[in-house]
């Protein structure tokens, strides 16, 4: 859309800064933090020299620029900086839909506050980030006003529109990627922390609706992870949780996978001898691959291990095989 309407030299600068942000996160990512800013200096610095580029092209460099630089505040443990940088990739997006045409921003807008929600988890700000999952889910749902999403500080000025997604998958795309955040999220707290935290999401009545409707798998992971937050049946949850692991409620991604293994080796701790599950876990191959699925720096896995309260009845009724 942008390359009908700036000069050759606009054109330039985009690619630029595209190659200084791709560059400056696989740099993050690696650790190389010195680079990394050195790059972001270098791509702030073209956009400072550059003279009378029009606000479409500057807004469009602030995108994902700005988006690029949160990577690396994250990287480098500056959440707060990382906050500031999503919120002006968001705001960027957010102009350009709104007066230049590029509905499709509402996409990144999307994108960039579900990084927000990781963001929030690395800073133990947890309760911010079940905001954002719930109110990001109800959104694409059409279940709220968009300014609503102004109070976690992420307004999207228009509904989602289904014009230009006729059949969907964007919307089910980017409600996956939530609950992969909400997911990771998840795996970082306690129990009881996330029985106190997590009912925005898994409680809300409109997101337990929209649920039915998504993949088979992630359908089944919401239901699993709801029943080990609200209690029930140890040896249902435990049932469940086997046809799950085993493939039966669908491919799950490897993060799925992981935290309903954590969750089940949580419960195995109640029950007599039943620690050996979380043993093997933690110290089996499985763990040692952990990071090749997810970076580990992004997965600061809780050793405090969720203590899931289970009635002496259900422990008796389980260990007997009932």
Known sequence: MVSGRISSAEISLLDYIGQIAGQGRKLASSGNIEESSRLFCDGR??????????????????????AAEAYLDCFSNHYEQARLRLRESHAAAGRLDQYFGYSAMRTHQIHVLNNLIRVEALAGTYEKGFQICSALLRYLDGAIDPRELKDIGGEINKKWDSEWDSDGSVRDFLTSQTMHEVALL????????????????????AIVRM?????????????????????????????????FLEGEDGVASPLLWFATALDVAAVCECLPGGGGFQRELLEGP?????????PVVRLKVSKRWARVPASPRDVEATSRGG
């Open 45 to 66: 610095a073209a956009l400072s020299r550059a003279k009378d580029i029009s606000e479409e092209t500057a807004l469009v460099c602030d995108v994902e620029l700005a």
């Open 186 to 205: 998840m795996t970082m707290i306690d129990h009881g922390t996330a029985r106190r935290e997590a009912a925005l999401c898994f409680e809300n009545a």
């Open 286 to 294: 499985f763990c040692n691959s952990i990071p090749n699925l997810i």
């Open 211 to 243: 649920s039915r409707a998504w993949p088979k798998a992630l359908r089944a992971w919401f239901d699993l992870k709801s029943q080990f937050l609200t209690g029930g049946s140890v040896g249902m949850f435990l049932t469940k949780a086997q046809h």
